[in-house]
């Protein structure tokens, strides 16, 4: 099936270095590049110690998660090389001798890795700034690199309503941003940047922008790919259908619903989100890469998939949270969607802290896409596609028209509650059960407070009798 592949020909002893390599998109190109690309040389993977775990222990861990099923029998751990290191610190925080290896074999750049979170303060978001620095800087030491490939995002861009594949000048120049973050005090930093900030929806869409621009002037030489992923959301097919374990962004969401924490979304109606299932980027990812190898410039892929109404989304979903439900479930399913601030607002108080706390993430969601629309350019995207062979089409599918997306997000919502929710269909008929039991006590509890509601009326309603008799 590889005999005519040029994607696969192109990875034949290729050494490539990861970063985000353990994360959604990041797994699914390690996956896929051992999987199919078999031939390839060596793979570094950047790690960082997390929650009290050594690099060592994560990557260990990393090969035991499902997405690894499809290639259990090969032995992949001599083909991957962990690295420890963090992008957060200077140099990566890479060993001298692990950088000298790097310098001389690498031959390709993936770098994804990003704190994906919207509520990250500009302390926090500086990183990617620094940390795509950093990776430049290394980059340009590597005596045989043919591609960098940087993952950046569709809305790096989002004071556009239109967004052109290229570079947009940014409100200010990564270097200066970084002079600033290091010589401000980190209470005045959000102050200090807010005119740059401003129409930004967060800082980590912002982060990305200077980035992007920060590539585009210092990778003149290097052969570059900057591909901007949409909303990412589950795998269609590869390594398996519905496969997500990232809570960022509409996945959330749809997750928060389904357990019954998040109740109400504010987001204006008819307002379309552009999804992207996380399999069509990784395989957009590789492509790019190859095509990149043999053009030798830097080009920018907005990489979107489909415009679904958040409506028809929820719509689609939500019988699914009744024919499979789930044992994780926290309180009984009952989504709306509101353009109303003030009905958001007694439904975030109706449901107490805890959906007040989830609500407040989703209500960063809904601001920073719920509510706006924006159109791409995807010449770039379209061309990387019609230059593949029929070979590498059907081995690295990510063309929109491909996609049966009825059943796709079907498959989402399953995927939900297999790969994020970790509960497998084994469980279904406790997750009936337990269904059964939170429909009872949400109608009881709807039922109490209506019933309270009622008792407050009558009794102002007597006072107010009482009143006028005197
Ligand atoms: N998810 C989306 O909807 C979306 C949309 C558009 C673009 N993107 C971009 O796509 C890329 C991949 O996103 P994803 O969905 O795969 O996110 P993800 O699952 O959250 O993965 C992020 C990866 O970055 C790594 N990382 C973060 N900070 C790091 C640090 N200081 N040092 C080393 N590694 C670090 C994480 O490692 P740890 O496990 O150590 O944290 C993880 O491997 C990102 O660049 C993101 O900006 C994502």
């Known amino acids: 099936m590889s005999d005519n592949s040029q994607i696969v020909e192109f990875f ?7 970063t985000g390599g353990n994360g959604l998109v990041g797994k ?13 040389k060596k793979i570094y993977l950047l790690m960082r110690p997390k929650k009290g775990k050594s690099p060592e222990q994560r990557f260990s861990d990393l090969f035991t998660n499902p997405c690894f099923e499809s290639i259990k029998g090969k032995n992949f751990k001599s083909k991957v090389v962990l690295i420890c290191g963090d992008c957060n610190q200077p140099g990566l925080g890479i060993n001298s001798e692990d950088v000298d290896i790097l310098k001389k074999e690498t031959t390709c750049i993936f770098h994804i890795a990003a704190n994906v979170n919207f509520l990250q303060t500009i302390k ?19 005596a045989n690199l043919k591609v960098f ?22 409100p200010i120049k990564a270097e200066e941003f970084l002079d600033l973050v290091n010589s401000c005090n980190e209470d005045d930093l959000e102050n200090t940047f807010l005119p740059y900030l401003k129409n930004f929806p967060n800082n980590y869409v912002f982060s990305k922008c200077l980035s992007e621009d920060l590539i585009k002037s210092s990778t003149t030489g290097i052969p570059t790919a900057i591909i901007r992923p949409a909303i990412i959301t589950n795998t269609i097919k590869e390594p398996i ?20 924490i998040i ?21 957009c990812i590789l492509a790019a890469t190859w095509k990149t190898a043999n053009s030798k410039s830097l080009t920018v892929y907005n990489c979107v998939g489909k ?3 958040l409506e028809k989304l929820i719509n689609l979903v939500t019988p699914l949270y009744e024919e499979f439900p789930s044992t994780k479930y926290l309180w009984y399913t009952d989504f709306t969607l509101t353009e109303s601030k003030f009905l958001y607002n007694v439904s975030s108080l109706w449901y107490l802290s805890l959906a007040h706390v989830v609500d407040f993430v989703s209500s960063r969601f809904g601001k920073s896409y719920g509510s706006r629309e924006w159109t791409f350019d995807e010449n770039n995207f379209m061309n990387l596609w019609f230059k593949m062979g029929d070979t590498d089409r059907r081995m690295f599918p990510f063309h929109s028209k491909t996609i049966p997306w009825h059943q796709y997000l079907l498959d989402c919502a399953l995927g939900i509650r297999l790969y994020l929710l970790q509960d497998p269909i084994s469980t279904l008929s406790k997750g009936k059960a337990k269904l059964k039991i939170l429909r009872g006590l949400h109608y009881a509890f709807v039922g109490f407070i209506i019933l309270c509601c009622l008792r407050i009326c009558r009794t102002f309603a007597r006072k107010i009798i009482l009143m006028l008799q005197q």
């Open 12 to 18: 034949k002893n290729q050494t490539i270095f990861i």
């Open 28 to 40: 699914l190109i390690l996956e896929k590049l051992l999987r199919t690309c078999w031939d390839l």
């Open 124 to 142: 926090e978001a500086s990183y990617i700034v620094s940390c795509t620095k950093e990776m430049i800087k290394l980059a340009k030491e590597m």
């Open 149 to 170: 490939a940087y993952v950046s995002t569709a809305y790096s861009n989002c004071l556009n309503r239109h967004i052109r594949e290229e570079i947009y000048a940014p």
């Open 241 to 260: 259908p519905g496969y997500t374990d990232n809570y960022y962004g509409v996945i959330g969401v749809v997750a928060g619903a389904y357990i019954g």
């Open 263 to 283: 109740r109400c979304f504010y987001t204006k109606k008819g307002k379309r989100l552009d999804l992207v299932p996380a399999d069509v980027v990784s395989n």
């Open 307 to 309: 415009k679904i109404l």
